[in-house]
C-alpha cells in the first residue's frame, strides 16, 4: 500500500458513504472503512472533506490553431490548469488533414502531446476528409488504435455537408464509435453575418445574433434526425440552446441513443455578457445564449436528458480578443475576427461541485456528469470515472467550507484574464491524485510534465439512450 486517505466521505455518481481508500501502483486497492497501513504508507487524514472521482474534460482544444493564431494553452500548461481544478482526464481533438488517415492525424497530435501532457489525456478526431471510401474507413483504424469516437462540424470552412456527415454516422453505427457534432446552420450564420455586417453592426453582441438560438437549434434537430436515419447513437457536444434541448428530450423519450454535453459558461452566463465592455472575452461558439436556454440547460441537467458536461476551453488572449477591432494587421476588425473561445478546464468541477454545495444539483448528479458519465461514452470507463476497487487513483479532496473568489490571478494556465473573474465559489479542490500522485495541493500545481498518459478507450456501442 503506498497511500491511504483516511476519514473521507467518499462520492460516487450514485452513492455517500465513509470510508478509507487505499492506492497501490496508482490503483485503488481497497475502499472500508478502518484499513490499515502497510508500514511505508502515506497516510492522508481528509476527515470533514469530500472524496470525489477526478474529472474528465471531453472537449478541449489545446495548442489549437484558430483565427489566425494558435489557442494559448499548450498541452502542458492546458493539463496543468486542469489538474489544479480537480480534473485527471482530458479529450483533446485531432483536426484530420485534408488527405490525410485518421491514424495519421491521431499519431502527428499525440507526438505534441505526449512530452507535454502533465495528466492523462485521450483524443476525438475532428473529421474534415471523407471524400473517399478508403478515408472513411481509416475510422475503424483510429477505433483499433483506442481512438473511437469522432467529431464533425456542421460549420467553418472546413466543416462536412450533410452527405459526409450522413457517411460517417452510419460507419460509426458499422464499427461501434460514437460521433459528436457542433451543430449550428452554416448558411444561415453567413447569411447573417453579411448581413449584420453591412449594416455596420460590428460589436460583440452580433456574433451572439448571428448564431442565434434558431441557427444552433434547426441544426440540433437536423443532426439528430440524421443519427436516426444512420440508426446509431449521437453525441450533440457543446449543447446551448432550448430548441436543441427539446429535441434531444424528445428523441430520448423515443429510446434513440442521443446524448448531450453542455458547458459551464452557459450554466452561468447569459447573452448579455456581450453587451459588456469586454464582452468580445466572451465570444466562442455556440455563443452564450439567453436566459430561457439556460433554464432549459438547467432542468435538463436535472431530469437527465444532458449527460455530460465539458468546457469546450480554447483560450486566447485579450490581445487576440482585442482583433475584433483591430485586425493584428492594424485594420478595423468586426464580431467575425475575434478568436472563437474561452478558458474553463480549472474552472469546470470546481463550478460545477460549487452549484452541488449550494443545492442546486446533488453530489452525486455533478460527479456523475463530470466523471462517471464521460468514463462511459468515451470508453474508458474500465480506467477511469469512478472510485472503485481496480480503477485508476484519480482523486479529488474537496473541501465544501472553502470558499474561494476566482482570479486570474490564481489560475494556472496560460491566459491574462478568465471570464470566471470574480465568480464565487462556495467549496472548492484542495487536492488533486492522478494515478495515486498528488499532482496539486492548497493552490499549488505539484505534477510533472510528461507524466500523462495517452488512454486507450474501448469500442462504444450504444443502444438506448441510458448508459
Known sequence: MDLLLKGGTIVTADSTFKADIAVKDG?????GTNLKPDKCTEIVDVKGKLVLPGAIDGHTHLAMPFGGTISSDDYYTGTKSAACGG???????VLQGKGESMLDAIKRRDAIAAPDAAVDYSFHVGVCDVSTDALLDTMEDALKAGIPSFKVFMVYDFGVDDGSFYKVLQKAAKIGALVGVHAENRDVNNVLVKQYLSEGKTEAWWHYMAKNENVEGEADVRAINLAKMAGTSLYIVHLANKQGVDAVTQARDEGYPIFAETCPQYLHFTSDVYKRERGRDFVCSPPVKGKESQDAIWDAIKRGDITTIATDHCPFTQAEKDWGITTKD???????????GCAGIENMY?????????????FNKAVELCSSNPAKLFGLDHLKGALQVGLDADI?????????????????????????????????????????TLVYKDGKFLGNKGAGKLIKCKPIKLNSPTL
Open 396 to 436: 479529488v479532496i474537496y473541501d465544501p467550507k472553502k470558499k474561494v473568489t476566482i482570479k486570474n490571478a490564481e489560475m494556472h494556465g496560460n491566459l491574462d484574464h478568465t471570464i470566471w473573474e470574480g465568480v464565487e465559489c462556495k467549496g472548492y479542490p484542495v487536492a488533486t491524485y492522478s494515478r495515486g
Open 350 to 362: 470546481p463550478y460545477v461541485l460549487s452549484e452541488a454545495n449550494k443545492g442546486r444539483i446533488s
Open 27 to 31: 490503483k485503488i486497492i481497497a475502499i
Open 330 to 340: 492594424g485594420k478595423p476588425g468586426n464580431f467575425t475576427t475575434i478568436p472563437n
Open 87 to 93: 480534473t485527471t482526464t482530458v479529450f483533446d481533438f
